[in-house]
T-cell receptor, first 110, second 114 residues
């Protein structure tokens, strides 16, 4: 089983739609969680960290479910500019090991 | 954004060549990383440096040789590579290596080995 698993997609959604991605992780010792965004042929950039209580940043909401070992990303009112690959990242406290998922590709259609 | 820069951006090399990738971070961070990103695969951590000291060599073949002369600069020396080494090589930095830090990535070097 992969340490971090994501549905590769693509998720094709119309503008204005709400879309959600999940990411499962296998190691319960995982401590920190992140969503990164990677545009085609560009480097990954932090979208948001995921906190235990869940957090929101504008149209983006991240949730953590430790019992079921998954994190989620919800995007409301999708924009064309949201089209990208979304990478789930987990790490372990006190270490430098960031484990990346393969990413979920989102296409927002006009 | 110029927080983390990488050169060259593209590189084509033969299997007998020797080349070096360069990374520089202007963020005052203490930790630097090399990652490999191949098509349809997750980012693979290759090397980690913390305060110029290598703290991780993730079972990387010896044909990849990192060098970290100071906390701002990181090199990846390449020699006798194989075609399967063709990939995007990303450099990243973070303030520390607590595992809770945001990593900032450079634009990457797209490498093709012929």
């Amino acid at each position: 089983r992969k340490e971090v698993e994501q549905d590769p997609g693509p998720f094709n959604v119309p503008e204005g739609a709400t879309v959600a991605f999940n990411c499962t992780y296998s190691n319960s010792a995982s401590q920190s969680f992140f969503w990164y965004r990677q545009d085609c042929r560009k480097e990954p950039k932090l979208l948001m960290s995921v906190y235990s209580s869940g957090n929101e940043d504008g149209r983006f909401t991240a949730q953590l479910n430790r019992a079921s070992q998954y994190i989620s990303l919800l995007i409301r009112d999708s924009k064309l500019s949201d089209s990208a690959t979304y990478l789930c990242v987990v790490s372990y406290s006190g270490t430098y090991k960031y484990i990346f998922g393969t990413g979920t590709r989102l296409k927002v259609l006009a | 954004e110029t927080g983390v820069t990488q050169t060259p951006r593209h590189l084509v090399m033969g299997m007998t060549n020797k080349k070096s990738l360069k990374c520089e971070q202007h963020l005052g961070h203490n930790a630097m990383y090399w990652y490999k990103q191949s098509a349809k695969k997750p980012l693979e951590l290759m090397f980690v440096y913390n305060f110029k000291e290598q703290t991780e060599n993730n079972s990387v073949p010896s044909r990849f040789s990192p060098e970290c002369p100071n906390s701002s600069h990181l090199f990846l020396h390449l020699h006798t590579l194989q075609p399967e080494d063709s990939a995007l090589y990303l450099c990243a930095s973070s303030q520390d290596v607590t595992g809770q830090e945001t990593q900032y990535f450079g634009p990457g070097t797209r490498l093709l080995v012929l």
